[in-house]
């Protein structure tokens, strides 16, 4: 005869063992690592929740740009009309003014460029400074908004430059998050500090710059969430249609295909074909020179015309980059890059050829950090 009283001893003996060994269990953890908990508790309410994802990312991005864009109309304001008029430096004019100092500001020097492309397409010039020097992947975009709504020339160029700045504080946020998930406050950090960094003032002009951000953050999240490869060559394609120096991120992008591949062998096949998809922009651009001007590479010989010293054989040229020649000849009277014989009427503060090279060795000097810590990936390496 079955007797239920054993079995009911029984679930009462297994039921006490559970619980003790789940209050050791709990008492061991607490023991090990009593601050763990707390730890844990204090990131998950550092990092934002799922159903406030949209929300956080939108307020910090809002938080980054709105004040330091009225810093920068600000300081445009002050700077135009009170504080040095007289020394603006001449700038090409390719398109008529704006009525507005400040719109008008935001679309000087290269702005010009692609304000005319956008308006007037590419021309091309052997023997002077051209327009196919300027690439076409952001005049396409501002020919587009253009056409499809009633806003002047400048007014488009900066909205343009402006909503791909917006987007492109987004995808930092999204890709510090992805990088570096375990630490929470990392992410707006760095937006903060891509918002202060002095040269985020060409981001709000009438530039490629924010364009070219935006696809390289693009490619960089990407990368990090292992997207397909044809769509990461895609990106980087556009990249190449952007800026003449875009052709560098095809190194991270070839890294990023040989850490996928499970040998050298299928590496090496999947780089025949990302590899040409990944120029699909600079390719398609060497077309249309070679159709439009009889000559793919105009946008290399056009370059002439811009240098401030004429081109060194390659030995020198190598022995004067071993010399950061370059670097300190920019204060060095009587050189051929002398800071004041570019910027003339302007104090060595407000010299943007000076502040450059300052820029340039403080860059350098932080790639170093950052490799040296480990807080730059490979791909970020190779690209700075």
């Given at each position: 005869?079955?007797d239920?009283r054993l079995?009911a001893r029984k679930?009462?003996d297994?039921?006490?063992?559970q619980?003790?060994?789940?209050?050791?269990?709990?008492?061991k953890?607490?023991?090990m690592?009593?601050?763990g908990e707390?730890a844990?508790?204090h990131?998950?309410?550092?990092?934002?929740q799922?159903?406030s994802?949209?929300?956080?990312i939108v307020g910090r991005t809002l938080?980054a740009?709105v004040p330091?864009l009225?810093l920068i109309?600000l300081?445009?304001?002050?700077?135009?009309g009170?504080?040095m008029?007289?020394a603006?430096?001449?700038?090409?004019r390719h398109?008529?003014?704006?009525?507005?100092?400040?719109?008008?500001?935001?679309?000087?020097w290269?702005g010009?460029?692609y304000?005319?492309?956008a308006?007037?397409?590419?021309?091309?010039?052997?023997?002077?400074?051209s327009?196919?020097?300027f690439?076409?992947a952001?005049?396409?975009?501002?020919?587009a908004?253009l056409?499809?709504?009633p806003?002047?020339?400048?007014w488009a160029?900066l909205i343009?430059?402006h909503?791909?700045?917006?987007?492109?504080?987004t995808l930092l946020l999204?890709?510090?998050r992805q990088?570096?998930g375990q630490?929470?406050?990392?992410?707006p950090y760095?937006?903060?500090?891509?918002?202060v960094?002095?040269t985020?003032?060409f981001?709000?002009?009438?530039?490629?710059?924010s364009?070219?951000?935006?696809?390289?953050?693009?490619?960089?999240?990407g990368?990090?969430?292992?997207?397909?490869?044809?769509g990461?060559a895609a990106i980087v394609?556009?990249?190449t249609?952007?800026r003449?120096v875009?052709?560098?991120m095809?190194?991270?992008?070839?890294?990023?295909?040989?850490?996928?591949s499970a040998?050298w062998?299928?590496?090496?096949?999947?780089l025949l074909?990302v590899?040409?998809l990944?120029?699909?922009?600079?390719?398609?651009?060497?077309?249309?020179?070679?159709?439009?001007?009889g000559?793919?590479l105009a946008?290399v010989?056009?370059?002439?015309?811009?240098?401030?010293r004429?081109?060194?054989p390659?030995?020198?040229?190598?022995?004067?980059?071993a010399?950061w020649e370059?670097?300190?000849s920019?204060?060095?009277p009587?050189?051929?890059?002398?800071?004041a014989?570019?910027?003339?009427?302007?104090?060595l503060?407000?010299?943007?050829?000076?502040?450059?090279?300052?820029a340039?060795?403080?860059?350098?000097?932080l790639?170093?950090?950052g490799?040296?810590?480990?807080?730059?990936s490979r791909?970020?390496?190779?690209?700075?």
């Amino acid at each position: 005869m079955f007797d239920y009283r054993l079995l009911a001893r029984k679930r009462r003996d297994t039921m006490a063992h559970q619980s003790l060994e789940t209050w050791k269990s709990a008492s061991k953890g607490s023991s090990m690592d009593p601050d763990g908990e707390k730890a844990a508790r204090h990131e998950d309410l550092m990092a934002p929740q799922p159903a406030s994802a949209c929300l956080w990312i939108v307020g910090r991005t809002l938080a980054a740009y709105v004040p330091t864009l009225l810093l920068i109309l600000l300081g445009v304001k002050l700077g135009t009309g009170l504080l040095m008029p007289a020394a603006r430096p001449p700038s090409p004019r390719h398109v008529p003014p704006a009525d507005d100092v400040v719109l008008d500001t935001l679309t000087l020097w290269d702005g010009q460029w692609y304000l005319e492309i956008a308006a007037r397409g590419y021309s091309y010039h052997s023997q002077r400074q051209s327009a196919v020097a300027f690439f076409p992947a952001y005049p396409v975009l501002v020919r587009a908004v253009l056409k499809l709504t009633p806003l002047s020339l400048q007014w488009a160029g900066l909205i343009v430059s402006h909503t791909l700045l917006l987007a492109a504080y987004t995808l930092l946020l999204l890709y510090a998050r992805q990088r570096f998930g375990q630490s929470p406050k990392v992410a707006p950090y760095a937006l903060a500090a891509l918002a202060v960094f002095p040269t985020g003032f060409f981001l709000r002009m009438a530039y490629s710059e924010s364009l070219f951000l935006v696809l390289c953050l693009a490619a960089f999240l990407g990368m990090e969430r292992r997207w397909p490869l044809a769509g990461l060559a895609a990106i980087v394609g556009a990249i190449t249609a952007t800026r003449s120096v875009g052709v560098a991120m095809l190194l991270p992008l070839a890294m990023h295909v040989c850490e996928r591949s499970a040998s050298w062998r299928q590496a090496a096949g999947r780089l025949l074909w990302v590899g040409p998809l990944a120029v699909w922009g600079l390719a398609a651009y060497m077309a249309y020179q070679g159709w439009a001007f009889g000559e793919p590479l105009a946008f290399v010989k056009t370059q002439q015309f811009w240098r401030m010293r004429p081109p060194l054989p390659a030995g020198e040229m190598l022995v004067t980059l071993a010399s950061w020649e370059p670097i300190w000849s920019v204060y060095l009277p009587g050189a051929p890059g002398y800071w004041a014989d570019i910027d003339p009427g302007i104090p060595l503060l407000l010299s943007y050829h000076s502040a450059n090279c300052v820029a340039f060795v403080g860059a350098i000097a932080l790639l170093g950090v950052g490799g040296i810590k480990g807080w730059l990936s490979r791909g970020e390496l190779v690209l700075g």
